[in-house]
């Protein structure tokens, strides 16, 4: 995810530039770059990579004086991660950085070639700068450019623009995307897309609102909106760096549930055309000669494969198997050459899923990694890699990485469909409609948060947990009960629905809790007539459906989908919540629990 920098003063512009930097390394981040304005001239440094890449370019550089300098840690959207892509873009006189992603940039883009202008990056962000100059060659003030060029952009923006026919001052805008501007006892002005980059460094600052623009100058802060003049709210700033990271939320988990709609967002961009899926990491002869997936990882990466499995022979008519990957290695499996091996891991680190992906290469077969972590082993061992997107997790139970691989083992199911035919034009759009829809999904609803931390308090205790559910539910079940007995240290097991009767039904008292995933739109009749079957035995049964369930002692609204995938995200969000609210209430580190490590490095 980007990250968005920037100082006006007399101190070491490039220190204070590249600290700031490094406060928002957790974010995750493939190419970083400042640029520095002192009097009329300008120094710029771009580097792929880590900040220390940055850091030895600059070594040279230093400021005297006053300064305006503006930094970015760039999350590739549009275009390779390379250092031409890298903010910030340059246009004659003027340089600028931008978080979030402006939609219209391609029509923008059209008029000013149209209009001679050259463009060098294939960044969206490329257009803000161009756009300000233009407007400022037509005969527009800076401030007016300025506000002219963020009124034409659509989409999500943080920007910072500094310019030689303003030195002195730093632009800012902020629509979608987080900027704190801050200010200390010195009168120098900084900025944040986070508060972590900006702790120390100075003590009142201005979150920005959705709207707002203006500049800072050695004078002051100029704020605006709707062309009226803003009087700043100045707020205290935290004192924890950590507290900061977490933005406010309890844990890093949390977060990360809260997060999912914006990093689902990010993993489908680029990705949907209208009646395809573009994945132009792919080359288009992976899926030649192919004639089988198979699904390999550990833990709740595994929980996707599972989950993906049903979506693969489902849309994607090609047969699937999936395997625990420590079950993988020592099974003397037989490996097909017709058959893709596909690997997914959050990290791209996990021993024994990467072992697995060696031995598929040494058998001879196409191997495809689905990973969050670029660069990682396992990205460097597959043939082929698409990444999820999800921006560092930190949380050891996996939230937002769960569901980022769910999406993009679903495109995949539907790439192999387009690719084999199998899949019809009318499909397709429905599909990729409902895709849309996720993001939107995902969104924590606050009534239902507070619905089920209440309810929370009524399962501490017992002598187990079984989640259950039928087809695709079935993983979700597994993991969710993954979730809980991780972070809560409670006993808990993941069942098909249809299963129970063959021998887990005999658990059933009122101390044994149900979690029941009912979706209206997949097996609701059969999942229904399994869940009588418990309550009958007097099970405590919590249900999860968008129908209320008369036999449930318990019961977690959804909203109503016209479709089982919605369905599932949204219970994946309940499930995620319940196990936090429930780990939360009996005192656990929920961020780090007992005896877990969040890269399992080791066999
Ligand atoms: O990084 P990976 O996805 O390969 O990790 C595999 C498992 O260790 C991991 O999914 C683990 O089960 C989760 N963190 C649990 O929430």
Redesign the pocket.
Known sequence: MCGIVGYLGKHDTKGILLDGLKELEYRGYDSAGIAVLQGDEFSYFKAVGKLVNLEAKTAGFSTSGFAAGIGHTRWATHGKPTEINAHPHLGESSYVVHNGIIENYQELKNALVAGGVHFLSQTDTEVIVHLFESLMNSGMEPMQAFRETVSRLKGAYAILLITKQMPDTIFFAKHGSPMIVGVNESDEKFFGSSDAALIGKCNRVVYLEDGQLGFVSRTGIHLENSNACVVPRFAALPESKLAAQKEGFRFFMEKEIYEQSEVLSDTLIGRLADEAIVFDELDPSLLDGINEIKLC?????YHAALASSYLFERLGKIRTSVEIASELRYKEPLLCSDTLFVA???????AD?LETLKMARAAGLKTLVICNVDNSSMVREADAAILTRAGIEKG???TK?FATQMVVLWMFSLYVAQTKGAIGTQAMREQIALLREIPAVVKVDDGLHERIRRLSKRYLHGHGFFFIGRDIFFPLALEGA??LK?ISYLHAEGYPSGEMKHGPIALADPELFTIALMPKNLLYDKTKSNVEELSARDATICAISDTPFEKADDFIPIAAHAHYMPEFFEMMVVLQLLSMEIAIRLGNDVDMPRNLA???TVE
């Not at 990882?297 to 990466?301: I, N, P």
């Open positions: 990882a550990c833990g709740t990466s997914i891991s959050q990290s791209g680190e996990t899923t050891v139970a996996s990485a993954l979730k991780e969040k890269s399992v």
